[in-house]
């Protein structure tokens, strides 16, 4: 449950008309309200920060190879534990038709035979950056250095700290999962969170 209020309906502090309309695209593009939207409509400045930054996003040009960018943000998504993120994660996957085995292969992708070396680098990578000390070994840029090299690198960074900035907020305010997927990755990450919990 989401550890401040949602509705905006109801609040004395309504937002303004203008992000009452950036919400209704929201639910125009994505089929319903988009709780991280929702909770930032408290602050306007954060609102619009964060959805300008959001956009400027969706419009980066990658050099990575594939859907790799897409994966190391998946895979910090999951190293969190924000199923929000995976969910909502899962579904731009989904939607843009591509399968969603990877994305369930990419949840425990060190026991998968699915990826090659580049991937694994570049995971591992995103994997120490979200962790409780986000420390990165040396040898491990390097390794992906010489897969996607300097370009590559930075963007394999920028994505990780990206999805934690993303996870973490979510987190710390109780959002989870809203069923934006079919539903198969947020189960194996929660399952895997309770598996690390009783450890």
Known sequence: ?????????????????????????????????????LAMTHHSGVFWRWSGFELANLRMRSVLPGELGQLVEFVAAVRIGCTWCVDFGASLWEERGLDPAVLRDAVDWRESD??????????????????ADPHVEPALVE?????????????????????????????????????????????????RTASRARA
């Open 143 to 191: 390794e992906l250095r010489r897969h996607v090299g300097d370009a590559g690198v930075v963007e394999v960074a920028y994505r990780a700290a990206l999805e934690n900035m993303r996870s973490r907020f979510n987190s710390a305010l109780g959002l989870t999962s809203q069923g934006f997927s079919s539903g198969d990755a947020c189960s194996l990450v929660e399952a």
């Open 114 to 131: 699915q990826f090659d070396d580049c991937h694994r680098a570049a995971f591992a990578v995103a994997e120490a950056m979200s962790g």
């Open 1 to 37: 449950m989401a550890a401040i209020p949602l509705d905006v309906a109801g609040r004395s502090d309504r937002p303004s008309a203008l992000i009452r309309l950036a919400l209704w695209w929201g639910r125009r593009r994505f089929g319903r309200d988009v709780e991280s939207g």
